[in-house]
């Protein structure tokens, strides 16, 4: 099984970037499809971006296309998601999380279909 550390997250002004940084241990990475979710106070967590395991295949929320980025290095075992542009309505706790690709096959936008899930990190974004 694979696990997932988060790193990156932080307090920015509106406008700025930051990098959030998924580190797995544990599991063959290049087998996993990773997606970043977040949860702001108060509201259901949602999904931001997943990166299909073989790579070939982003997607993306419409309130974050185009603004943010996700890839991954599979040599260092760690997915990435490039936020620009940031907002106010960014703020929330960031999750990375992943699912085989014996499990699921395609690029999943589904919570549920995730079944290995990091501790999150804070993003704040001031206006």
């Known amino acids: 099984q694979v696990r997932l550390v988060e790193s990156g997250g932080g307090l920015v002004q509106a406008g700025d970037s930051l990098r959030l940084s998924c580190a797995a241990s544990?599991?063959?990475?290049?087998?996993?499809?990773m997606g970043w979710f977040r949860q702001a106070p108060g509201k259901e967590r949602e999904f931001v971006a997943a990166?299909?395991?073989?790579?070939?295949?982003?997607d993306y929320a419409d309130s974050v296309k185009g603004r943010f980025t996700i890839s991954r290095d599979n040599a260092k075992n760690t997915v990435f998601l490039q936020m620009n542009s940031l907002k106010p309505e960014d703020t929330a706790v960031y999750y990375c999380?992943?699912?085989?690709?014996?499990?699921?096959?395609?690029?999943?936008?589904?919570?549920?279909?995730?079944?290995?899930w990091g501790q999150g990190t804070q993003v704040t974004v001031s206006s």
């Open positions: 999380a992943a699912v085989s690709r014996r499990t699921v096959w395609y690029t999943s936008r589904n919570l549920g279909d995730y079944n290995t």
């Open positions: 544990g599991g063959t990475f290049s087998s996993y499809t």
């Open positions: 990166i299909h395991w073989s790579g070939s295949r982003n």
